[in-house]
Structure formats: structure tokens, C-alpha cells
């Protein structure tokens, strides 16, 4: 069997039509799509990422409004963030990570109000997450999730090892893959014979942001390989998959890029849809 690349780009593609569609019922009823994005710290990275979620939203229809104040204190980014939560125009709020150094991060994100909390990373909707409860679900686990059913990747009682313990990706994706009944487990950097239990999965999921670190050792025959990763090397971006290595065990394989970067902003962009369907009272049924 040839390995299949699972194709980010494309199911992304896919999905911003099905946004878009979803914007201009809003707007048919009344309703119009805003987004808040706030970066407070001085991170070029973080200048580049809110660029391009600005850009999407004006791509697909939906309001941005950006925010960008450097070297505000702890109260001053709570009282920006508590404006944003007042403000009825608004439906999802962001605020770029990383935050300032000495910023309390999980007082800013708990802050945020669960139904605008797009980035689903408050303590709240950690919580309905945990729960199984509908949700703003964190952006790149709903990704991949979408990714794998759009190739009707069977998860039913699979075994699914995770590369990666964060709040961002390894968790939640744990979480979200326990819920469609698979059974996953997560590695870290202290598990002990971690290549003999990434040896074991069916689905490998890798987000450590060590370049190139897994290998064809790592990989079971026919495995489906999930490469969050990004790190640049030598001017090129690559995954934690060392991609042609792995590329003729795997059965099937994200590229990076390519792969599941371009769902996660399709994500925040759906979770954006979300909030605006519920706060208006309008069911959602894109995700
Ligand atoms: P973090 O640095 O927060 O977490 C990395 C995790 O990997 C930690 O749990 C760490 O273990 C584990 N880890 C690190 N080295 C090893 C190792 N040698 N063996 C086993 N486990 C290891 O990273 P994020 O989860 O935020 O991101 C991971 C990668 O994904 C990064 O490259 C990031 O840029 C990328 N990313 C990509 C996105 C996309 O849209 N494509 C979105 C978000 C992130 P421990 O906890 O023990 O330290």
C-alpha cells in the first residue's frame, strides 16, 4: 500500500468555503462576524500570526479588529480584555500568545468570556472539554480531528500515541480523541522507551517542536503520522517527522507545511462562526 499524504491545504480549502457559506447566512439574517485580536508582547513571530488571522477574516467575510499595545501592565491587559467582553460587536476574542514576561497568562485567558473564548484555552472551556460538553474547543486538536474524519480514519478503539503534553495541542488532542473512543496515550520528555511505545500506535500524533526528531524507528507499518511541528532549519520550515524517512512506513502522513497548520486557523475561524451563531441563538452545525 502507498502512503497517502494527508492534505491539509486542501481540507482547509474545503472548510473555507463551508465558512464563508456560513458568514453570508449570517450576514442574510442580520448578523455580522467579529473578531477581536489582541497581541500585547513585542514577539515577531506573534506580529506575522495576527497579520494572517486578520487577513483571513477579511478573506472570509468576518470583522477583525486589531489591538496591538506593547508594554501594558497586568491590570492595563485585563481592562483591554474586559472591554472586549463588554463589547456586544464583538463574538470571539484572542489574545496572542506568548504574553509579556511577569504577565499572569491564565488570569488574562480565564478572563476572556467563555462563549468569545475562540482559542478554548480558558480554564472554562478546558473544563467542557474535560466534560465532553459542547464547546469552543482549542484550534489545532479540532484540526486534526477534522483532518483525520475527512480521510474517514477509523478512531474507534485505536491506539493513538501523542508526542506531547501542552495545554495547546498534546492535551486536548488527548482529550478530543478519548471522546470519539479511541485510546490514546501521551509521551513527554521523561517518558521512559518512548520509541517502543510510538512503535506501538496506530495513530501517531507528534507536537514536541523538535525538528526532524521522530524517524522510521518511531513508526509502526502503515501507522497514520500526524506532524504538528514546526521549527525552521537550515531557512527551511519542517515538522518533529523526519518526513522522507518515515514517508514509505507510514500509511498515511501530514506534510509540513501543508499540513496541519492551515486547519488550525480554519478552526479558529470556525469556533469564531460558533460563538456568533450562539450569542445571536442560531444553532451551529459546522463543526
Ligand atoms: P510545547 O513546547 O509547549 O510542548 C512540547 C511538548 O513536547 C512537551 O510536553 C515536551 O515534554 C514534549 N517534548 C519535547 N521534547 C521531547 C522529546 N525529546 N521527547 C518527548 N517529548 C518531548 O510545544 P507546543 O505543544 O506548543 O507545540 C509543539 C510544536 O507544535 C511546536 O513546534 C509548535 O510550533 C507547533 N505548533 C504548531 C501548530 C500548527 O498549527 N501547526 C499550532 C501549535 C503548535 P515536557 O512536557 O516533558 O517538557
Known amino acids: 500500500m502507498s502512503t497517502i499524504i494527508l492534505n491539509g491545504k486542501e481540507v482547509a480549502n474545503q472548510w473555507e468555503k463551508e465558512i464563508i457559506s456560513k458568514v453570508q447566512d449570517l450576514k442574510a439574517k442580520g448578523i455580522s462576524v467579529c473578531l477581536a485580536v489582541a497581541r500585547f508582547n513585542d514577539d ?60 499572569d497568562k491564565e488570569r488574562v485567558l480565564s478572563l476572556i468570556s467563555p462563549e468569545k473564548d ?22 489545532t486538536p479540532s484540526g486534526i480531528v477534522r483532518l483525520l ?56 500524533i507528534v507536537a514536541t517542536g523538535k525538528a526532524k526528531m521522530i524517524n522510521r524507528e518511531y ?23 523526519d518526513f522522507d524517512d518515515v514517508f514509505d512506513v507510514a500509511g498515511y502522513l501530514t506534510p509540513v507545511p501543508g499540513g496541519v497548520g492551515p486547519l488550525t486557523i480554519m478552526s479558529l475561524m470556525s469556533n469564531v462562526i460558533k460563538a456568533a451563531s450562539i450569542q445571536s441563538g442560531i444553532k451551529d452545525d459546522l463543526v
Open 44 to 103: 515577531e513571530a506573534s506580529k506575522v500570526y495576527v497579520k494572517k488571522k486578520v487577513a483571513m477574516c477579511e478573506k472570509l467575510g468576518i470583522k477583525p479588529i486589531l489591538i496591538e499595545e506593547e508594554g501594558l501592565d497586568q491590570v492595563e491587559i485585563e481592562k483591554r480584555v474586559s472591554s472586549l467582553n463588554q463589547n456586544k460587536e464583538v463574538n470571539g476574542i484572542i489574545v496572542q500568545l506568548p504574553l509579556p514576561r511577569g504577565i
Open 118 to 139: 475562540v482559542d478554548g484555552l480558558n480554564v472554562f472551556s478546558c473544563g467542557l472539554l474535560y466534560k465532553n460538553l459542547p464547546g469552543l474547543r482549542p484550534c
Open 149 to 204: 474524519k475527512e480521510y474517514k480514519i477509523d478512531l474507534v478503539g485505536k491506539r493513538v500515541v501523542i508526542l506531547g503534553r501542552s495545554q495547546l495541542v498534546g492535551l486536548p488532542i488527548f482529550l478530543m480523541l478519548l471522546h470519539e473512543n479511541a485510546t490514546p496515550t501521551i509521551v513527554h520528555s521523561k517518558t521512559k522507551d518512548l520509541k517502543n511505545i510510538c512503535k506501538e500506535a496506530d495513530i501517531l
Open 219 to 241: 513508526v509502526k507499518k502503515g501507522a497514520v503520522v500526524v506532524d504538528v511541528g514546526i521549527s525552521r532549519l537550515d531557512g527551511k520550515i519542517v515538522g518533529d517527522v
